[in-house]
């Protein structure tokens, strides 16, 4: 299953680009990141088995387990893509929340867009790492 990280703004050379290839490189599913301007342009066409994931700080705060059971479920039932959505300044509205099969949060706190990609390529690699029976995540 693709994991398909679609977000607003630009990265460019960053303290923030460098932590996102560190953890998507490790990752072992196939990884996309496709940017957007911060308002309009085009989100890439999905295929039909496609699973929107909307980041948004009003979501449901995952534990990590529950992310990997999550993306281990839709893997086992064909999802073809894991489509990841994070937001610029403004978020998103409540017509985008309604249309996303899970909003995830990272808590109630307001991160910056580039943090917020960065924390989400972390958590991508661990849930991966849990679903491979990795050590990497560690039950407190
Ligand atoms: C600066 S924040 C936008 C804040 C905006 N006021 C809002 O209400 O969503 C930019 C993006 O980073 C992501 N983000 C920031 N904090 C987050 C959190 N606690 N949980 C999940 N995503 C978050 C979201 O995708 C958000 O759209």
């Not at 610029?88 to 985008?96: C, L, N, P, R």
């Not at 990272?106 to 917020?116: D, E, K, Q, Y």
């Given at each position: 299953m693709?994991?398909h ?8 050379r960053s ?13 072992a ?9 911060d308002t ?11 699973r ?5 700080e ?19 039932d ?5 489509r ?6 403004d978020?998103?509205d409540?017509a985008?929340?309604?249309e996303?099969d899970?909003?995830l ?12 990609r960065?924390m989400l ?8 790492s849990?679903?491979a029976?990795h050590?990497?995540h560690?039950?407190?």
């Amino acid at each position: 299953m693709l994991l398909h990280i679609v977000a607003r703004g630009r990265i460019g050379r960053s303290a923030e680009a460098e932590l996102v290839d560190r953890y998507l490189k490790r990752i072992a599913w196939p990884t996309r990141i496709t940017e957007l301007p911060d308002t309009g342009g085009r989100e890439p066409a999905a295929a039909p088995q496609t699973r929107r994931i909307l980041l948004d700080e009003k979501g449901e705060a995952m534990p990590s387990l529950a992310l990997a059971e999550r993306l281990g479920r839709w893997r086992d039932d064909g999802v073809r893509e894991a489509r990841f959505l994070l937001g610029a300044a403004d978020g998103f509205d409540d017509a985008a929340r309604a249309e996303a099969d899970l909003l995830l949060s990272f808590g109630r706190a307001t991160w910056p867009h580039l943090l917020a990609r960065a924390m989400l390529a972390e958590q991508l690699f661990r849930a991966t790492s849990i679903l491979a029976g990795h050590p990497y995540h560690r039950e407190g």
